[in-house]
């Protein structure tokens, strides 16, 4: 048995020897696992649902593989993630494609590969789909998204359902009516429902009450005045995670209990049959299911003030801390017997004051060459990653059962240069 800090069974130690640092390493046992949670007490226990991982979270072919065997659909944003599920023949039919600006050409590519759903997010966008689909032939299923007037206790970047947000379509009645009556007209759009997403890293399960008593509401007048029978509600997803912190993981029931009872009770309250609900959790799947591990290097004790201590990565594969200020736990994994007696606050090898993981965490002596475990990094990690100060992304490592195989490859320097030229002129 190894004294280094395990992960599912692997010495991390021996992982970042194999693999080189920085490395994402990413439990496939522990995916699927919370996948089997959202089967078990969500899509299992109630009728006419479904659920969707929300792919920007942490996207590879691999990940598209796992998500598909599980029996979840893909919420992808972009053309770049719609090409990734489309890559690992990911059944299209289970993808809802949002996104609050998409081209006319990521509408085309869309309704080409026959995605499930379009997430209508403005006003034009009905035109561009309906205009598309005309001329292809295909009719499209649309649900419209609402800001819904909600703000949820998160981080301002990540609050969406506000009424001041970029995000949806504001909610104003008379402007809606005649965007449904649009809709409705038209042959060649579906028009299934509605959709909102107040935010991500949520703990509170009642912040989606007011979101679909909001729908309801609107519901119902769209029914009176429309005709439109509502067939699907999709509630987005939110649910958060612990990263340090008092802040707990809570089971996906403690959410979708709150969210199921809370649409019967509205919907039939006002004369309406439930609709069919849609999850779209993210960061709830991935999130723990990933670390990311760094060597030590450079080590600086500023007397009476502060110990940094440099890893070989930092914002680049890691910008959360910087953009909203989150919080991350770490081990030093070939010292986990050792005792804690020193704080260091570990920082990123950017040209940037702001490129701090972590702040203050209680470590054994630190020596350079020790590696740095980063806990609770599986989602919005790789997929935020960057490459400033031309620092290669690093690989990602999926640990399947007693299997470690590479599912992305480190970037190499050459990468890094693959798409620039240099003009004759600037050649001499
Ligand atoms: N559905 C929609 C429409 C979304 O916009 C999002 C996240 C999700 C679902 C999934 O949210 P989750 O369950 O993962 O919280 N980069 C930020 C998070 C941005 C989330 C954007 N939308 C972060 O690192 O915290």
Same mark, same amino acid.
């Given at each position: 048995?190894?004294?280094?800090?395990?992960?599912?069974?692997?010495?991390?130690?021996?992982?970042?020897?194999?693999? *080189?640092?920085?490395?994402?390493?990413?439990?496939?046992?522990?995916?699927?696992?919370?996948?089997?949670?959202?089967?078990?007490?969500?899509?299992?226990?109630?009728?006419?649902?479904?659920?969707?991982?929300?792919?920007?979270?942490?996207?590879?072919?691999?990940?598209?593989?796992?998500? +598909?065997?599980?029996?979840?659909?893909?919420? =992808?944003?972009?053309?770049?993630?719609?090409?990734?599920?489309?890559?690992?023949?990911? &059944?299209?039919?289970?993808?809802?494609?949002?996104?609050?600006?998409?081209?006319?050409?990521?509408?085309?590519?869309?309704?080409?590969?026959? =995605?499930?759903?379009?997430?209508?997010?403005?006003?034009?966008?009905?035109?561009?789909?309906?205009?598309?689909?005309?001329?292809?032939?295909?009719?499209?299923?649309?649900?419209? $998204?609402?800001?819904?007037?909600?703000?949820?206790?998160?981080?301002?970047?990540?609050?969406?359902?506000?009424?001041?947000?970029?995000?949806?379509? &504001?909610?104003?009645?008379?402007?809606?009516?005649?965007?449904?009556?649009?809709?409705?007209?038209?042959?060649?759009?579906?028009?299934?429902?509605?959709?909102?997403?107040?935010?991500?890293?949520?703990?509170?399960?009642?912040?989606?009450?007011?979101?679909?008593?909001?729908?309801?509401?609107?519901?119902?007048?769209?029914?009176?005045?429309?005709?439109?029978?509502?067939?699907?509600?999709?509630?987005?997803? *939110?649910?958060?995670?612990?990263?340090?912190?008092?802040?707990?993981?809570?089971?996906?029931?403690?959410?979708? +209990? =709150?969210?199921?009872?809370?649409?019967?009770?509205?919907?039939?309250?006002?004369?309406?049959?439930?609709? $069919?609900?849609?999850?779209?959790?993210?960061?709830?799947?991935?999130?723990?299911?990933?670390?990311?591990?760094?060597?030590?290097?450079?080590?600086?004790?500023?007397?009476?003030? $502060?110990?940094?201590?440099?890893?070989?990565?930092?914002?680049?594969?890691? &910008?959360?801390?910087?953009?909203?200020?989150?919080?991350?736990?770490?081990?030093?994994?070939?010292?986990?017997?050792?005792?804690?007696?020193?704080?260091?606050?570990?920082? *990123?090898?950017?040209? +940037?004051?702001?490129?701090?993981?972590?702040?203050?965490?209680?470590?054994?002596?630190?020596?350079?060459?020790? =590696?740095?475990?980063?806990?609770?990094?599986?989602?919005?990690?790789?997929?935020?990653?960057?490459?400033?100060?031309?620092?290669?992304? &690093?690989?990602?490592?999926?640990?399947?059962?007693?299997?470690?195989?590479?599912?992305?490859?480190? +970037?190499?320097?050459?990468?890094?240069?693959?798409?620039?030229?240099?003009?004759?002129?600037?050649?001499?």
């Amino acid at each position: 048995m190894s004294t280094n800090y395990c992960f599912q069974g692997f010495d991390t130690v021996s992982l970042a020897k194999d693999y *080189g640092t920085p490395l994402y390493v990413l439990s496939e046992d522990m995916i699927r696992e919370k996948c089997r949670s959202v089967r078990e007490s969500f899509l299992n226990v109630y009728s006419n649902t479904e659920a969707v991982y929300a792919s920007k979270a942490f996207l590879t072919k691999a990940m598209c593989k796992i998500i +598909e065997s599980e029996g979840l659909g893909l919420d =992808v944003v972009s053309g770049g993630e719609l090409f990734t599920a489309k890559e690992a023949n990911f &059944p299209m039919g289970k993808v809802i494609f949002h996104g609050n600006n998409k081209s006319l050409e990521e509408l085309e590519m869309a309704i080409d590969y026959g =995605v499930g759903r379009i997430v209508v997010d403005f006003e034009e966008e009905i035109g561009m789909i309906e205009s598309l689909a005309k001329a292809k032939g295909k009719k499209v299923n649309c649900l419209f $998204r609402i800001t819904p007037s909600i703000e949820g206790k998160t981080h301002k970047y990540i609050m969406t359902g506000q009424k001041d947000s970029k995000f949806g379509i &504001p909610l104003e009645l008379e402007s809606l009516k005649a965007l449904v009556d649009k809709t409705l007209k038209s042959p060649w759009i579906t028009l299934q429902g509605f959709h909102f997403h107040i935010g991500s890293q949520l703990f509170e399960n009642h912040i989606y009450d007011g979101a679909i008593q909001v729908i309801g509401n609107l519901a119902k007048e769209l029914k009176i005045h429309q005709g439109m029978e509502l067939q699907e509600l999709n509630v987005g997803g *939110g649910f958060g995670i612990q990263y340090r912190g008092d802040q707990k993981t809570r089971s996906i029931s403690f959410f979708t +209990e =709150v969210i199921m009872k809370s649409v019967k009770n509205t919907f039939e309250g006002l004369g309406l049959s439930v609709p $069919r609900i849609i999850i779209e959790p993210g960061r709830w799947i991935v999130g723990e299911a990933g670390i990311t591990l760094y060597t030590i290097g450079a080590i600086k004790k500023i007397p009476e003030i $502060r110990t940094y201590a440099s890893v070989d990565g930092g914002l680049p594969d890691n &910008p959360r801390p910087a953009l909203y200020g989150a919080k991350y736990d770490g081990v030093i994994a070939n010292k986990v017997q050792e005792e804690k007696t020193e704080v260091a606050t570990i920082a *990123g090898k950017c040209c +940037e004051s702001g490129d701090i993981l972590i702040w203050d965490l209680k470590v054994p002596k630190l020596d350079s060459g020790d =590696v740095l475990a980063v806990k609770n990094t599986g989602a919005y990690n790789y997929s935020m990653a960057s490459q400033y100060n031309k620092i290669p992304k &690093p690989g990602v490592v999926l640990l399947s059962g007693r299997r470690a195989n590479l599912i992305v490859k480190r +970037e190499t320097y050459s990468d890094l240069l693959r798409n620039e030229e240099v003009p004759g002129h600037l050649e001499e």
